[in-house]
């Protein structure tokens, strides 16, 4: 129960996200960076699947239950979908900035330890013509959150 209080206190939703945006500009700031564009993105929502584990299988679990990369007919897939009363939203907000290496990824590691369910969906590592060590960094991160379906 507290492991999945702690889950649910990290989960980001839409309305938060001009908040983070904030937060990411102060924390490229303490490293160092200069954080050129931090822009909200189109997010996504998809039915939340649960995985079966081995201990499952090992109890003989119905084969018929979807394993993650199974292709399924649609029609069984309907099924699943109606019955799953969970998707998950994911919002991504989408990053440029400059920086040297350890700047960067001081940068990075701070937006990874704050308390918001995320993770770095995208990243590239350019190095900034005519610049001493500077780097050009695009990055994008995704930030997710477990629904019931109304």
């Not at 904030?22 to 909200?40: D, M, N, Y």
């Not at 060590?133 to 379906?149: C, D, I, N, P, W």
């Amino acid at each position: 129960q507290q492991e999945l209080t702690e889950v649910k206190d990290r989960m980001v939703s839409a309305d938060q996200l001009p908040a983070i945006q904030s937060q990411l500009i102060e924390l490229a700031r303490s490293s160092g960076c200069q954080l050129r564009k931090a822009v909200v993105q189109a997010g996504s929502s998809e039915t939340w699947e649960m995985e079966r584990g081995a201990e499952q299988e090992a109890e003989g679990v119905d084969p018929s239950i979807p394993v993650p990369g199974q292709t399924l007919p649609t029609s069984m897939l309907n099924r699943f979908a109606d019955d799953n009363p969970y998707s998950l939203t994911t919002q991504q907000i989408g990053l440029t900035f400059n920086g040297t290496l350890k700047q960067s990824f001081d940068f990075l590691d701070q937006a990874r330890q704050a308390p918001w369910l995320m993770t770095i969906a995208q990243i590239k590592l350019t190095r900034q013509a005519d610049s001493d060590g500077q780097l050009v960094v695009e990055a994008s991160l995704a930030f997710h959150r477990l629904e019931r379906k109304e």
